[in-house]
């Protein structure tokens, strides 16, 4: 098959580790007979730079052209970095959050698994971290509070911020059918997260969700606040399987999530909106810290590529193909810095990227 990915390599770390999932996309369609097209994007930081805004009609149009995107991560040091000086519509975040609106990617699939090998890198004791845990957190994109209306000015001489938290029964049922399809196809176990003791778009979200559950007898349906969630995930995270919640709740759960599992730098996600096309990113951010040394994890970067391989080329041999390349390299005893321990062989971010290249 020929496909064309749009690649937006991004800000930070992003460009060192999009070309490690370019280098694995590769060595799967010399294997399986594939020809992959990329096409290179700017967005975030290097879009200001380069055009004075983070995202122009350009790129949108680039992006809904090709078959799928392949992005790294945006944005920098808030405190040091001169983007965020601008007014905020201006600002990295802002054209990633007009991406995934233009392309209509309401739904955020971030899995978030324990690897065995990898039990020593989580920061849970041990009697929590032997179970091991395998989850995905279906969080909602394209509402809430991230699109509500927003605006800062004086009220009776007060300077006053508000946000609007909106969802409309629709977007509710959308992102609730997403993760009960997801469910059947794994432990058909869905927990859905919100504060329903407090709001009313989370007493209008349970309700949706429940009447959704109705159409999946075989899935067991759980309702949970989002802060006793937050304390479960570090309680006891094997209890998991889907959860589903919206957009500000799963930002914040997905970090936590992605941190028992040892590091931020393991977990890819996907944004997918109604039909095949998705945007394939790393659930961790653009680490401008260690930028340019070559020792971050390409690992989340490669995994997203296999997720795009699954979910927008329905090629699932190929992704299986990465999946287990990965694994056997974790298992082989080989770590970036971020998951180093005792008796690992730690190697650079483009060595990684070789060594699961070779192994796909
Ligand atoms: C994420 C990021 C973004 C978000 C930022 C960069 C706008 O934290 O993808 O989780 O909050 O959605
Ligand atoms: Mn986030």
């Known amino acids: 098959m020929t496909k064309n990915i749009a690649v937006i390599r991004g800000d930070g770390i992003g460009p060192e580790i999009v070309n490690e999932a370019i280098k694995v996309l590769d060595a ?40 799928a995107v392949l992005m790294g991560s945006i944005g920098g040091n808030t405190t040091t970095s001169p983007w965020y000086k601008l007014p905020a519509h201006l600002r990295p975040e802002a054209g990633l ?15 978030s698994v324990l690897y065995p090998e990898l039990r020593g ?29 927003r605006k800062t000015e004086p009220v009776d001489g007060v300077m006053t911020a508000i946000d609007t938290l909106k969802y409309d029964e629709n977007e509710i ?33 349970r309700k949706i969700v429940t009447e959704v559950a109705a159409d ?33 709740f799963g930002d914040i759960l997905s970090d936590e999530a992605a941190m028992v599992t040892g590091s931020l730098g393991m977990l890819p996600s996907a944004s997918l909106n109604e039909t095949k096309f ?19 994890n390409p690992i989340a970067a490669i995994l997203s590529g296999a997720m795009m391989l699954r979910y927008s080329f329905d090629m699932n041999e190929e992704a299986d193909a990465v999946e287990n390349a990965v694994k056997k390299v974790l298992a082989e005893g080989f770590a970036t810095g971020d998951i180093m321990r005792d008796g690992c062989k730690q190697v650079l971010c483009d060595e990684m990227g070789s060594l699961i290249a070779e192994r796909v």
């Open 97 to 111: 959050l007009k991406l995934r609106k233009s392309l209509g990617l309401f739904a955020n699939l971030r899995p």
């Open 28 to 67: 799967v369609a010399k294997k399986f007979g594939h020809t992959f097209h990329y096409t290179d994007l700017l967005m975030g930081g290097c879009s200001i730079d380069a055009n004075g805004e983070p995202l122009t009609d350009e790129t949108i149009a680039a992006c809904k052209a090709s078959d």
């Open 278 to 296: 998705g945007l394939y990113e790393p659930s961790g951010g653009s680490a401008p810290d260690i930028a340019g040394k070559n020792i971050a």
């Open 173 to 205: 049922r959308r992102i609730a059918v997403k993760a009960f399809e997801v469910a059947m196809k794994r432990n058909k176990k869905v927990t859905s997260v919100d504060k329903a003791n407090v709001l009313d778009t989370s007493r209008l979200w």
């Open 121 to 149: 890198a989580c920061p849970l004791r041990e009697d929590i971290s032997e179970k091991g845990f395998d989850m995905l957190i279906m969080r909602e994109l394209t509402g809430g509070l991230y699109f509500g209306d």
């Open 216 to 248: 999946y007898p075989e899935v067991t349906l759980e309702h949970a606040l989002v802060d006793s969630t937050a304390m479960q995930l570090v309680r006891n995270p094997s209890q998991f399987d889907v959860m589903v919640t919206e957009n500000m």
